[in-house]
């Protein structure tokens, strides 16, 4: 692969990369100018024409969800935008609010005037600190320079921009979820539909988007459909369900490699070499064991499977839930699955709702199993177990309102599959994880 110039991290080693003069100068807000000149039907066609899908997880076409608002409405609508960051393995939304918070607001702006939105709220963890202070103070700059509030560049468009500091729940990177916060209650996702573009926030209709997806809306709007079409994957001629893997993407790269951090490169870069040319490999003469492809919801990747393409397509082919938020973590072969898995199942365990009853007790019966056979006392029964329970919870065999249980199920049926002779090694040895917090993947 010919080497790729960032172009969403283009500027955050810039100097003063996060004010407002240093953005201007790089010619910041002329997408949003560009924007405001055309009809908001026209701005939702090019977002939509350009194959943008979300980077939020799903990956579901943004510019047509963006077409699913009611036609004609009234108001008031609503983007919500998802920045609690709550996928392990997952940076690269920090990345982003920190180092050129102003590259975002754009989008949100340009993404606000296509939707007829006058307000937009985004959620953000608390954990993020830094990007808080950041974010808010490009709020302000907005404001004191009329990019945002009322007339914003003389069009007659008004626009606020509200952050909401949430407690940080997994839940919350459900979209139902997370409006439920944003109004102040708990964080149970509703049962759909009717779906937000129809009712959501406060009862109206409300466009969820991710932080990344806001600054992929600013560069296509600066750049164009040719040049976002231009990067990544086409769709698979023999697959009508695949919408391609289009444009740029930040890659987490973490766990046993050397040189972890965030790296953007075009959709459908392989995982190994995402791990070998850019992580530098593998440290103290380890070999890769596994690789969550995309935060440790989407399954496992095992040595043989490093040439998996991770764009929207690529993880899917190899038993894995999809790209998710493309969080690849690499696991050497001095760890244990088992320990793994354990800190996987202990995960969901916590951060389920308890709303959907196969979820509250299904997470925690697989946590309860893993950590029985870490004490040395599990049998070859178990691993039958664990895929019968995980199997029987989520949105994909029907028990559940929203995808937390998928997500909790699918590294358990993954690793049992994938690496069933080491767990059942690990059983008829009955030897005992000695550190129960060494070389766990996803510890929050």
Known sequence: MAEFEPVLLARINKPDSTSLASYQADGGYEALRKALGMSPVEVTNTIKDSGLRGRGGAGFPTGLKWTFLPKDHPGPIYLAINADESEPGTFNNRVLMEKDPHQIIEGIAI???????????????????????????????????????????????????????????????????????????????RIKPPFPAIEGLFRKPTIVNNIETMACVTQIMKRGIEWFKSIGVPPDPANPRDAGSYGPKLYCLSGHVNKPGVYELPMGITARELIEKYGGGVPNGRQVKAVVPGGISMGFLTAAELDTKLDFAGPGKVG?????????????????????LFNCARFFAHE?????????????????????????????????????????????????????????????????????????????????????????????
Not at 127 to 150: D, M, P, T
Not at 320 to 340: E, K, W
């Open 111 to 189: 993404s606000c005037y296509a939707i007829k939105s006058n307000t937009s709220y985004l959620y953000l963890r608390y954990e993020y600190g830094q990007s808080y202070r950041a974010l808010k103070k490009a709020v302000e700059e907005c404001y004191a320079a009329g990019i945002l509030g009322k007339n914003i560049f003389g069009s007659g468009f008004d626009l606020d921009i509200v952050l909401h500091r949430g407690a940080a729940a997994y839940i919350c990177g459900e979209e139902t979820g997370l409006i439920e916060s944003l109004e102040g209650k708990r964080a149970w996702p």
């Open 320 to 340: 894995c839930l999809g790209l998710g938020t493309a969080a690849v973590v690499v696991i050497d072969d001095a760890t244990s699955m088992v320990d793994v």
């Open 352 to 444: 389920s709702c308890g709303q959907c009853t196969p979820c509250r007790e299904g997470t925690d019966w697989m946590r309860k199993i893993l950590q029985r056979m870490r004490n040395g006392k599990g049998t070859l029964a178990d691993l039958d177990l664990l895929m019968e329970v995980s199997g029987s919870i989520g949105t994909i065999p029907g028990t559940t309102i929203c995808g937390l249980a998928d997500g909790a199920a699918w590294p358990v049926k993954n690793a049992v599959k994938k690496f069933r002779s080491e767990f059942e090694e690990y059983i008829k040895s009955g030897k005992k994880s000695v550190d129960p917090g060494a070389h766990l993947v996803g510890a929050h």
